[in-house]
Protein backbone atom coordinates (compact mmCIF):
# COMPACT_ATOMS: atom_id res chain seq x y z
CA UNK A 1 0.00 0.00 0.00
CA UNK A 2 1.45 3.52 -1.08
CA UNK A 3 -0.43 6.78 0.38
CA UNK A 4 0.39 10.17 -1.36
CA UNK A 5 1.50 13.42 -0.09
CA UNK A 6 -0.90 16.81 -1.17
CA UNK A 7 1.68 17.61 -3.71
CA UNK A 8 1.63 14.05 -5.45
CA UNK A 9 4.87 12.74 -4.50
CA UNK A 10 4.97 9.06 -3.07
CA UNK A 11 5.32 8.24 0.74
CA UNK A 12 6.35 5.15 1.59
CA UNK A 13 4.46 3.14 3.82
CA UNK A 14 5.79 1.73 7.38
CA UNK A 15 6.18 -2.04 5.61
CA UNK A 16 8.88 -0.13 3.24
CA UNK A 17 11.42 0.29 5.64
CA UNK A 18 14.42 -0.89 5.24
CA UNK A 19 15.10 -3.62 8.33
CA UNK A 20 18.29 -5.23 8.39
CA UNK A 21 18.13 -8.37 11.08
CA UNK A 22 21.89 -9.44 12.45
CA UNK A 23 22.04 -12.97 14.16
CA UNK A 24 24.72 -15.88 13.64
CA UNK A 25 21.94 -18.31 13.72
CA UNK A 26 20.78 -18.97 10.58
CA UNK A 27 17.37 -20.77 12.24
CA UNK A 28 16.69 -17.30 13.69
CA UNK A 29 17.36 -15.28 10.92
CA UNK A 30 15.23 -17.55 8.68
CA UNK A 31 12.32 -17.48 11.10
CA UNK A 32 12.60 -13.52 11.83
CA UNK A 33 13.18 -13.43 7.89
CA UNK A 34 10.13 -15.19 7.59
CA UNK A 35 7.55 -13.34 10.57
CA UNK A 36 8.43 -10.00 8.91
CA UNK A 37 7.54 -10.53 5.18
CA UNK A 38 4.45 -11.87 6.57
CA UNK A 39 3.87 -8.90 8.30
CA UNK A 40 3.95 -7.05 5.11
CA UNK A 41 7.87 -6.19 5.20
CA UNK A 42 9.64 -6.45 2.27
CA UNK A 43 12.79 -4.67 2.56
CA UNK A 44 14.94 -7.29 4.69
CA UNK A 45 18.06 -8.35 4.67
CA UNK A 46 20.00 -10.12 6.87
CA UNK A 47 23.68 -10.94 8.32
CA UNK A 48 25.04 -13.63 9.95
CA UNK A 49 28.25 -11.54 11.56
CA UNK A 50 28.57 -8.30 12.62
CA UNK A 51 31.55 -7.58 10.60
CA UNK A 52 29.33 -8.57 7.64
CA UNK A 53 26.30 -6.34 8.63
CA UNK A 54 28.80 -3.39 9.20
CA UNK A 55 30.17 -3.50 6.12
CA UNK A 56 26.57 -2.87 4.68
CA UNK A 57 25.49 -0.26 7.20
CA UNK A 58 26.09 2.35 4.47
CA UNK A 59 22.88 1.40 2.93
CA UNK A 60 21.48 3.18 6.31
CA UNK A 61 18.64 0.81 7.48
CA UNK A 62 15.78 2.52 9.35
CA UNK A 63 15.71 -0.30 11.67
CA UNK A 64 18.07 -2.93 12.79
CA UNK A 65 17.07 -6.28 14.75
CA UNK A 66 19.90 -7.30 16.78
CA UNK A 67 21.31 -10.01 18.31
CA UNK A 68 24.02 -9.60 21.75
CA UNK A 69 26.10 -12.46 21.03
CA UNK A 70 26.94 -12.84 17.43
CA UNK A 71 30.27 -14.56 17.47
CA UNK A 72 32.56 -12.22 16.05
CA UNK A 73 31.81 -9.31 18.06
CA UNK A 74 28.86 -8.42 20.89
CA UNK A 75 25.88 -6.60 19.69
CA UNK A 76 26.81 -3.76 22.03
CA UNK A 77 29.81 -3.58 20.03
CA UNK A 78 27.57 -3.41 16.64
CA UNK A 79 25.29 -0.90 18.84
CA UNK A 80 28.07 1.63 19.46
CA UNK A 81 28.91 1.42 15.67
CA UNK A 82 26.03 2.20 14.21
CA UNK A 83 25.42 4.79 16.67
CA UNK A 84 28.41 6.45 16.05
CA UNK A 85 27.64 6.03 12.08
CA UNK A 86 24.14 7.61 12.61
CA UNK A 87 21.68 7.97 15.64
CA UNK A 88 18.68 7.94 13.55
CA UNK A 89 19.08 4.05 13.18
CA UNK A 90 16.91 2.38 15.16
CA UNK A 91 17.88 -0.92 17.04
CA UNK A 92 16.07 -3.25 18.28
CA UNK A 93 17.92 -6.02 20.50
CA UNK A 94 16.77 -9.05 20.74
CA UNK A 95 18.40 -11.51 22.78
CA UNK A 96 18.54 -14.90 24.31
CA UNK A 97 20.74 -13.12 27.33
CA UNK A 98 18.83 -12.91 30.24
CA UNK A 99 21.20 -10.53 31.77
CA UNK A 100 20.20 -6.85 33.06
CA UNK A 101 23.26 -5.26 32.76
CA UNK A 102 23.48 -6.43 28.97
CA UNK A 103 20.02 -5.09 28.77
CA UNK A 104 20.71 -1.73 30.48
CA UNK A 105 23.90 -1.27 28.66
CA UNK A 106 21.90 -1.78 25.08
CA UNK A 107 19.29 0.81 26.00
CA UNK A 108 21.98 3.19 27.48
CA UNK A 109 24.06 2.99 24.12
CA UNK A 110 20.71 4.07 22.16
CA UNK A 111 18.88 0.62 21.20
CA UNK A 112 14.83 1.35 21.14
CA UNK A 113 14.25 -1.78 23.14
CA UNK A 114 15.82 -5.01 24.65
CA UNK A 115 13.48 -8.17 24.03
CA UNK A 116 14.22 -11.51 24.87
CA UNK A 117 14.55 -14.72 22.18
CA UNK A 118 11.59 -17.07 24.05
CA UNK A 119 8.31 -18.28 23.15
CA UNK A 120 6.94 -15.27 22.01
CA UNK A 121 10.06 -13.33 20.67
CA UNK A 122 7.95 -12.90 17.36
CA UNK A 123 4.68 -11.16 18.49
CA UNK A 124 7.63 -9.24 20.68
CA UNK A 125 9.01 -7.88 17.69
CA UNK A 126 5.50 -7.13 16.16
CA UNK A 127 4.76 -5.21 19.05
CA UNK A 128 8.14 -3.49 19.08
CA UNK A 129 7.65 -2.55 15.84
CA UNK A 130 4.34 -0.78 16.09
CA UNK A 131 5.35 1.53 19.04
CA UNK A 132 8.66 2.39 16.95
CA UNK A 133 6.59 3.32 14.12
CA UNK A 134 4.29 5.66 16.14
CA UNK A 135 7.91 7.00 17.91
CA UNK A 136 8.98 7.74 14.37
CA UNK A 137 5.94 9.66 13.21
CA UNK A 138 6.08 11.45 16.24
CA UNK A 139 9.67 12.70 15.03
CA UNK A 140 8.49 13.83 11.92
CA UNK A 141 5.53 15.99 12.46
CA UNK A 142 8.09 17.49 15.29
CA UNK A 143 10.76 17.91 13.05
CA UNK A 144 7.78 19.33 10.04
CA UNK A 145 6.73 21.81 13.12
CA UNK A 146 10.11 22.58 14.14
CA UNK A 147 10.91 23.89 10.36
CA UNK A 148 7.66 25.55 10.20
CA UNK A 149 7.77 27.81 13.57
CA UNK A 150 11.62 28.58 12.78
CA UNK A 151 10.14 29.92 9.41
CA UNK A 152 7.61 31.74 11.05
CA UNK A 153 10.14 33.15 13.16
CA UNK A 154 12.22 34.07 10.85
CA UNK A 155 9.23 35.58 8.62
CA UNK A 156 8.40 37.76 12.22
CA UNK A 157 12.15 38.63 12.73
CA UNK A 158 11.81 39.88 9.39
CA UNK A 159 9.33 42.38 9.48
CA UNK A 160 9.98 43.82 12.67
CA UNK A 161 13.59 44.88 11.26
CA UNK A 162 11.66 45.86 7.99
CA UNK A 163 8.96 47.98 10.26
CA UNK A 164 11.93 48.95 12.70
CA UNK A 165 14.29 50.22 10.03
CA UNK A 166 11.14 51.94 7.94
CA UNK A 167 10.37 54.26 11.33
CA UNK A 168 13.77 54.75 12.28
CA UNK A 169 14.20 56.01 8.03
CA UNK A 170 10.73 58.08 8.21
CA UNK A 171 12.14 60.48 11.19
Known amino acids: ?18 IYVVDD ?15 GY ?5 FLSGKDFL ?11 LDHDLGDMTGLDVLKEIKRFNTNIFVIFASARQQPDIAT ?11 MKDDNVLEH ?5 SKLFVVQDYLKKK ?6 FFFFSLIVATLMIVSFLHDMLSH
Open 1 to 18: MVSTKSNGNKMATKTDSK
Open 125 to 129: ITSTL
Open 143 to 148: KRNNRF
Open 105 to 115: ASLKNGAFDYI
Open 25 to 39: DPFYLATYDKHLRAQ
Open 42 to 46: TNISC
Open 55 to 65: EQLADEPEIVI
